[in-house]
């Protein structure tokens, strides 16, 4: 069976011989999309059907994001089949081959005629066999709400609280996902409420993911979902993303409650992380590690060294990179290990010298080459990179390609009513791409790296920008469900704006690293440190107009919240104090 890209000459191969394209969708680490190539795409009987009446197109759901969110049905594998132009026809997950035989049949026997009688006639005739996916239960009706309001943000809450578990912790019935976000969500609502129910439930969640089977005590790291609500039954591919949004929410944890256990499975995550996935080449982190149910459940490291480990999918997701590097800087201050924030800057560098473009913005993967420029999800990813950079590690480098980004995103991926679409519009997309898509979850992290661009930057257009984005979904945001908890925590900036430390100092002055470690190693829900050198950066210093410490001080602290000002010091023990006397004052 030939396989095509997805590309101008398979769908023109299509319209000569008058014939569907059958699209199959595949993840490189997914267990049932190999099942499905090595039993039902392999039957003699399939691959003459396939190759006599139809054009075959395989895509890689993670090279191609965009194609995904347009042809997926509910999980993968995806088999959709389309017309010429690539119009979906109709759709189905995993089938036997008696299934598909049956159904490549009805589908090449109407189409010639019947084009536009096959998504009805075929939907009413097969019912197919649908796979998990990571979208979790169905969307809630939607509700319409024009403001930005504190109601917004106790609403969100409100609907984590309810769809969560109340036993296990996580989100979902048939199958259990954790939810990074909606975790961090909930952390920082508690620590400005003090609310113990929303703590129960960080705490309940990230204690039941880390004792159930879903967490891999041997060699660290989360398996990416579970079958069962207790965390058992996962299946056993592991993702780059996946882990390290999860390495987020356990190092923030350990960070706010300084339980012990949380920081070792930090530790757990962040050496199968460095272990398995991180590429030296690059010194960027390959995307997934495949699943072996029989290599998971060895015990012992000699076991699965005699066993031999999984593949890993080689490829660089730029996002998921992106994710990687957020995570590896908080835990360099959280963990107090600077070896962090070395291969975090690394990695952060081998994205922007090999898939930044200041023309067409940052490219989604690498694979010896840069591939699919233009994506939100890689915009907002990386553009929070850039910014985490500069807040954890005082490297203002990456200040000029933020602003940079930012406006390029701006400009060709910004929609009238304020959102960003999910791609750049294309005059010769084709299909499902001809409609250009509005993600609330990247729209919600792009909103928030504006916002905290702008207060960087003290420039208030990224910060109009941000709430634009956010106003574009405050009439319809809750028919996305437990997905939403990304969109309560950009709201939840503007409302409770970030304690600003601005520390001026020369960079790699002791004085000034160690009020940028006093600045970030406490917990603190909205923050962002900000280091500026007076030689360096003495363009910026002279835009925000703070003063040039007495050369005998070297380094000066400045604590301040919008547009108050409230303390300064050059004493980093003092600086915990004067932080958290502007929070509680907010």
């Known amino acids: 069976m030939q396989w095509h890209d997805w590309n101008d000459e398979a769908f023109e191969r299509a319209r000569e011989r008058n014939c569907p394209v059958l699209l199959f969708l595949r993840a490189s680490w997914c267990r049932w999309c190999r099942e499905l190539e090595e039993h039902t795409l392999a039957d003699p009987r399939v691959v003459q059907l396939l190759t006599e009446r139809f054009v075959g197109i395989q895509v890689d759901k993670d090279r191609r994001p965009d194609i995904d969110a347009r042809y997926r049905r509910g999980g993968w594998p995806t088999l959709a089949w389309l ?58 009706p939607a509700q319409s709400t024009d403001e930005l309001s504190s ?39 508690w620590s400005q409420t003090g609310d113990p129910d929303t703590l129960n439930l960080v705490l309940r969640t990230l204690r039941h993911m880390q004792e159930g089977e879903i967490y891999d005590a041997v060699e660290g790291g989360f398996y990416r979902y579970a079958t069962r609500a207790d965390w058992s039954g996962p299946h ?12 987020m929410a356990y190092v923030e944890a350990y960070q706010a409650l300084g339980d012990e256990s949380f920081k070792k499975t930090a530790e757990g995550i962040l050496n199968w992380m460095h272990e398995t996935l991180l590429d030296l080449n690059t010194q ?3 995307g997934s590690q495949d699943a072996d149910s029989e290599y998971a459940h060895k015990k012992t490291r000699e076991a699965r060294e005699r066993h031999g480990a999984p593949d890993c999918d080689p490829t660089i997701f730029t996002n998921w990179n992106a994710h990687a590097v957020i995570s590896l800087l908080k835990a360099s201050v959280v963990l107090d290990e600077d070896r ?6 690394a990695t952060l560098d081998f994205l922007m010298d090999n898939l930044w473009d200041a023309r067409a913005g940052m490219y989604h993967y690498w694979d010896g080459t840069y591939n699919l420029p233009g994506l939100l999800t890689d915009q907002a990813a990386t553009l929070r990179a850039l910014i985490e950079a500069m807040h954890y590690a005082g490297e203002n480098r990456y200040l000029e390609p933020a602003v940079q980004l930012a406006r390029k ?45 702008g207060h960087m930057t003290r420039n208030e257009d990224f910060g109009a920008r941000g709430r634009a984005v956010l106003q574009a979904f405050a009439g319809d945001y809750k028919r996305y469900g437990h997905f939403i908890a990304g969109y309560g925590r950009a709201v939840d900036l503007i409302l409770h704006e970030p304690v600003h430390v601005t520390i001026v100092g020369p960079n790699g002055a002791d004085r000034t690293r160690a009020l940028r470690k006093a600045a970030l190693q406490p917990y603190v829900a909205n923050r962002i440190v900000q280091s500026i050198d007076p030689e360096t950066d003495a363009e910026l210093l002279e835009h925000i107009g703070l003063p040039v410490p007495d050369p005998e001080i070297v380094a000066r602290a400045y604590v301040h919240q919008g547009r108050e000002s409230y303390a300064e010091t050059s004493k980093p023990e003092r600086l915990p104090a004067l932080m958290s006397r502007a929070e509680r004052s907010n």
Request: no cysteine.
């Open 83 to 140: 017309d010429s132009e690539g119009e979906l026809l109709t759709g189905a997950n995993y089938l036997e081959p008696d299934e598909l035989i049956a159904r490549l049949d009805l589908i090449a026997e109407r189409y010639p005629e019947h084009k536009a009688e096959i998504a009805a006639g075929v939907a009413r005739d097969f019912e197919s066999t649908t796979l998990a996916s990571e979208e979790g239960e169905g969307p809630l």
């Open 151 to 189: 109601d917004l943000v106790e609403e969100v809450l409100d609907t984590l609280a309810k769809t969560s578990d109340p036993v296990h912790g996580g989100w979902g019935t048939r199958h259990k996902f954790p939810h990074p976000e909606a975790l961090h969500f909930a952390t920082v609502r």
């Open 236 to 247: 056993h591919e592991k993702m780059l993303d996946a882990n390290a949004k999860r390495l």
């Open 284 to 286: 960027a982190f390959r």
């Open 340 to 345: 962090y924030r070395v291969q975090a800057l």
């Open 409 to 453: 995103t701006i400009e060709h991926l910004g929609a009238d009513d304020g959102s960003f679409f999910d791609t750049r519009y294309d005059p010769k997309a084709r299909g499902g791409l001809r409609e250009r898509e509005s993600s609330i979850l990247d729209n919600a992290a792009m909103a928030e790296a504006l916002l905290r661009l």
